[in-house]
């Protein structure tokens, strides 16, 4: 059985864990394409190589990155999202009202 | 079957002690063995060594390894089938049978089936049963009969058996010479290290193979002791490790159960097998390995014969015919594939010395076999003039016993299971592993180091300084020292034949004793078609037997790269996957657990004679009584909600609190509906969709203060919805903390034109009029003196009361109500009439009345979907499907009573085709209307439309399309 570090719970098995899909950058909703948008919604890359991904360790409820080979099966690194993410850099594309 | 053997005296015979006999049976003869024999040790040495019969051609067989490594030896014991007679130590009163035999081992009836070998090439079930179309199901189960192995008891008795799990930093698979210094090594340097190996016994091939040592027991046993006293190594000896699986998790089988083992660094030391020689006749009782023989002498102190010959392609060969000497054995000549001056020529002249004959560059043309006995009785060699052809006329030798040196094939099984590759090296005609998966290492045979001959005896040096140099690799990677020892020069001295096989013109040359396939068989599997060796093995089962081609890939990777015209590293050997020995069902399975989920009140509807349903993993009551009134039952709980009240139980609910500055933020972007506006004290009915803008759940979000947020999820939907909602605040970094409070919290819902009043008993204090607490309002109050939230919702469509509670109250709480409600005549009520009475309202249930693809405006709430106001998962979508338009929609229906039977799944049609199907009905009144919720490609269906419905059984049906909701049209009951 594979394992996996999480970044808050150290290393564990990974029937603890849920995957959660490549980490992909979403359209600006309000300025897409519908052609972009379908194409974030429906076309994955399926990259062989390194790509990062959401796993989420279930138990704790802790979702974090991975960066792993999909040709070997290598999980290389494992990050906080914080790295990567900021409300700051969501925000101007998506705010939204009550209206 | 040849005369009893009597046994040699010490310091053959490891692991027998002489003083104590052991009585036994086999095939109903009563025999009598030492303690420490296995069974087929026991066995060869009262003269029996026919086991088994084999599996296609019911050939005798005999044991091959005397090692568990063949299927030969696979024979019933006290009614347990498939036990390694070779490896299973005898015990008192032990009852054995031999396998696959219609009559006796002896005179097996279906051995006539060795006479029309030729009809039943490889694969002749596929070619000789396909056709006329049935044909198979006929022959089936007696072929069935005929072949396979042993047959299983009809009344297996019920075993359970537990699992451990064990951590190491360092596990080391197989304890011989480099195992144990490799563990040796690992553990004085600080490493958690478990040694397992699949004997009774340590030393590996020292225990058989030691004609070097001067007292082979004292070397065991001081290497025993010097393992026992390391206090870093945990010994496990008798366990097989089964599976190498990801992250060095190993499968071992120890004492009949299943220990996982989770290793850091995973060292094999899985030694080698020894290959035997491809001829005809190779699988005679009495034809074994020269390992096999050795194992006679040294683990059970057998003579393994009277007169011998050996057949080999190395100097192993030569090592045993000196055993064999020494045990008492006269070896008539030892046989060598090889060319003059390839032999260690101090072996050679050890021979020369011994007066053993020895013949270089000759091998065996055909095993023969007695008549009546059916074992061997002599052998007939030959000069090889080519690859795999011998010269026309040969030499009858009369022996009876033949040891085959074949060459050997690493243990490659786990570590090709952990993706590492075999390599062929034509030079060599030696396979070797390359790419291991990172922490894997290899130390001894299985890397292709065995260890140097000095002066003709086999000696450690450079095996075991080698095996500690790899274990110091897998110390420096684990940071326990710095840097590695030294690395030694582990050159050994090849050990395989090029061309071990040789094809005879009337058959039964095995490749593969399990399967009973001989040279022709792989052959005509390629000339049929199947170039690949991994269609060779799926057309032909070569290497699927028990033994899992410990002894057949070698010689199939050599036929099929000659068949085909391509080097062996081309062919390769087909693929090695768990396990690597036979796992009983009953060590892997465990304990059958359905685990299911109470609420902290299931005792109590229990108490009440509620019927109980699942619900995801849950158990909630469906009704109240006994199942056969059912339908009655669930319409008087609807009538007593209707005009009285009632309690459900509705503990199983999602609940998520939301707290912390950024908690509006948060649920605006999540669901569908707009929430700013939501005052505190307030509730709103929610949906949540996913970003292709399909519902995916629903609830009532409850803004219990500023910032503090309580939202109500579907029972099975929940789970989904808190990682969906904590995945995307991963990437918002909100400063909001979202906790799933499902299991902390037990409900009740009170509902009913009479629930006030019995709230007013509960709640003294409380306000509880229209205006003082409103329809969609919510208050922290405590109830019957339990704190407590509760939520004015109308999930059923009358005055009702959600109570949530911490779930250590809600037994306290649901007494209660019950006594506050005696009189107001409260009752409760169950699933089936919630799922009525919220049908006649018209509500959706997410999950039953939506499925994966289920558009919000096909559902009527397209008023709680609105892209207009900015960014919400799913609105983008939403959008887009708006702008094409849907292609179906909920509708209600009527159905009058003796118009006929539907159900939820039955189809809507349109002439001849399926455009929907009903997702909830029901008839909540005795007698009156069946109302229903169904999809229907009509977009623009109107009240008063007709509904075509298929049952089941086909009947068609016409309802009629109904506005929803079905009563109260106007909402006005619930917000009384």
């Given amino acids: 059985m594979k394992q996996i570090l999480c970044p808050m719970n150290g290393l564990r098995d990974i029937d603890e864990f849920v995957y959660g899909g490549v980490v992909r950058d979403m359209p600006d909703t309000a300025h897409c394409s519908d052609e972009d948008w379908s194409e974030y919604l429906f076309l994955m890359d399926n990259t062989a190589g390194l790509v990062r991904e959401w796993w989420l360790h279930s138990p704790s409820g802790y979702w974090f990155i991975a960066e792993r080979d999909t040709v070997s099966d290598v999980i290389s690194a494992t990050f906080d999202p914080s790295l990567f993410f900021t409300w700051a850099a969501a925000e101007h594309t998506q705010a939204n009202s009550d209206d | ?120 090439p490889a694969g002749f079930y596929y070619r000789a049963f396909y056709r006329p179309r049935g044909i198979w199901q006929f022959w089936e189960p007696v072929i069935r009969a005929m072949a396979g192995l042993g047959v299983l008891p009809n009344r297996a008795p019920h075993a359970l058996s537990e699992k451990r799990h064990l951590h190491a930093d360092v596990v080391v698979v197989g304890a011989g010479p480099a195992g144990i210094s490799a563990a040796l090594t690992a553990a004085r340097h600080g490493a958690s290290v478990i040694l397992i190996d699949e004997n009774r016994r ?252 000095v002066s003709g005896e086999w000696s450690g040096i450079g095996l075991e300084q080698d095996a500690a140099h790899v274990a110091s690799l897998a110390l420096q990677s684990l940071g326990l020292i710095d840097e590695p020892s030294v690395a030694v020069s582990a050159a050994s001295a090849p050990v395989n034949h090029a061309w071990p096989i040789f094809a005879h013109g009337g058959g039964k040359e095995f490749v593969d004793l399990d399967e009973d396939l001989q040279v022709a068989d792989i052959q005509g599997s390629v000339d049929l078609g199947y170039r690949d060796v991994q269609l060779v093995k799926r057309f032909s089962t070569v290497g699927m037997g028990p033994s899992q081609g410990r002894h057949a890939s070698l010689p199939t990777a050599l036929l099929v790269a000659r068949a085909t015209d391509r080097l062996v590293d081309e062919t390769g050997v087909t693929t090695a996957r768990p396990p690597f020995a036979a796992e009983k069902l009953s060590v892997l399975a465990g304990p059958p657990r359905h685990p299911v989920r109470h609420t902290s009140l299931h005792q109590r509807h229990l108490n009440m004679g509620a019927t109980m349903m699942p619900a995801g993993a849950w158990q909630r009551p469906a009704f109240y009584g006994s199942p056969d009134r059912r339908t009655a039952l669930i319409q008087s709980e609807v009538a007593q909600v209707r005009t009285g009240v009632g309690a459900i139980d509705i503990s199983t609910l999602g609940g998520l609190e939301i707290r912390g500055p950024d908690s509006c933020e948060l649920l605006a972007h999540i669901y569908a509906n707009p929430l700013r506006s939501l005052a505190v004290g307030r509730a709103r009915y929610v949906i949540a969709l996913n970003e292709m803008g399909f519902v995916i759940d629903d609830g009532v979000a409850c803004r219990t203060a500023e910032n503090n947020y309580y939202v109500t999820a579907t029972t ?20 909001v903390d979202v906790v799933n409070v499902s299991s902390a919290f037990s409900a009740v819902n009170v509902a009913g034109p009479a629930s006030r009043r019995v709230m007013a008993a509960l709640c003294p204090d409380l306000a509880l009029d229209r205006n003082d607490f409103p329809f969609m309002a919510c208050v922290n109050a405590p109830v019957a003196g339990i704190a407590a939230r509760i939520v004015r919702v109308g999930f059923v469509g009358e005055l009702g ?139 623009q269906a109107m009240a008063g439309d007709l509904l075509r419905l298929r049952a089941l059984d086909g009947t068609l049906l016409t309802a009629t399309i109904a506005d929803t909701p079905f009563y109260d049209h106007a909402g006005e009951r619930q917000e009384v």
């Fill in chain 2, 801 to 939: 009361f959600e109570i949530h509670i911490p779930s250590s109250r809600g037994a306290e709480l649901w007494d209660s109500v019950f006594k506050a409600g005696r009189d107001h005549g409260i009752v409760p009520f169950g699933v089936e009439a919630q799922r009525l009475l919220r049908l006649e309202k018209g509500h959706v249930i997410v999950g039953q009345d939506t499925d994966g693809a289920t558009h919000p405006d096909e559902v009527g709430l397209s008023w709680a979907a609105k892209p207009e106001r900015g960014f919400f998962v799913g609105g983008r979508s939403v959008a887009m499907h708006r702008a094409k338009g849907i292609g179906r929609k909920l509708v209600g229906f009527r159905l009058k009573p003796g118009a006929g039977q539907i159900a939820e799944g039955d189809l809507v049609m349109s002439g001849g085709d399926i455009v929907g199907h009903v997702t909830s009905c029901g008839a909540p009144l005795a007698g009156g209307d069946t109302i229903g919720l169904a999809y229907t490609a009509d977009t």
């Fill in chain 2, 202 to 453: 340590v030393g590996g091939s020292l225990t058989y193979d030691n004609a070097h040592l001067k007292d082979p027991a004292q070397r065991i046993a001081e290497l025993e002791e010097t393992l026992r006293s390391e206090p870093g190594i945990t010994l496990l000896v008798d366990s097989v490790c089964t599976g190498w699986f990801a992250d060095h998790l190993l499968s071992v089988i120890s004492a009949g159960s299943l220990i996982k083992i989770r290793a850091r660094r995973c060292i094999l030391a899985t030694g080698s097998f020894q290959q035997h020689l491809v001829f005809r006749n190779n699988d005679l009782p009495g034809v074994i390995l020269a390992s096999a023989a050795q194992r006679l002498i040294s683990l059970y102190g057998i003579r393994p014969g009277r007169r011998a010959v050996v057949a080999t392609v190395n100097d192993e060969g030569l090592q045993c015919a000196l055993d064999l000497q020494r045990a008492g054995t006269e070896v008539q000549v030892v046989v060598d594939l090889r060319t003059v001056g390839l032999a260690d020529s101090a072996l050679q002249e050890k021979l020369f010395q011994a007066g053993i004959r020895y013949e270089a560059e000759s091998a065996i043309n055909e095993a023969r076999a007695g008549s009546r006995s059916g074992e061997l009785i002599a052998v007939d060699i030959r000069r090889i003039i080519a690859a795999g052809e011998l010269a026309a006329a040969g030499e009858i030798i009369y022996c009876d016993l033949l040891c085959m040196a074949g060459g050997t094939m690493p243990a490659y099984q786990l570590a090709c299971q952990g993706g590492a590759r075999l390599r062929y090296a034509e030079e060599s005609a030696e396979f070797s592993i390359e790419n291991l998966p990172l922490g894997m290492y290899l130390v001894g045979a299985v890397r292709g180091v065995r260890g140097e001959r």
């Fill in chain 2, 716 to 735: 099975t939907g929940v789970d989904r919805l808190y990682r969906e909602i904590t995945r995307w605040n991963a990437q918002w970094r909100l400063d």
């Fill in chain 2, 1 to 120: 079957m040849t005369d009893s053997l009597d046994r040699l005296s010490a310091p053959a015979g490891l692991l027998i002690d002489r003083s104590r006999t052991v009585n036994f049976d086999f095939e109903g003869r009563r025999h009598q063995g030492l303690s420490g024999d296995s069974l087929a040790s026991a066995l060869y040495a009262s003269g029996e060594r026919a086991l088994s019969r084999s599996f296609k051609y019911h050939r005798r067989r005999g044991a091959l390894s005397m090692a568990g490594q063949d299927a030969n030896t696979l024979v019933s014991v006290n009614g347990e089938p498939n036990v390694l007679a070779d490896m299973i130590p005898l015990s008192e009163g032990l009852s054995a049978r031999a396998q696959n035999t219609w009559g006796g081992l002896r005179f097996d009836a279906l051995a006539v089936m060795n006479l029309l070998g030729g009809l039943l």
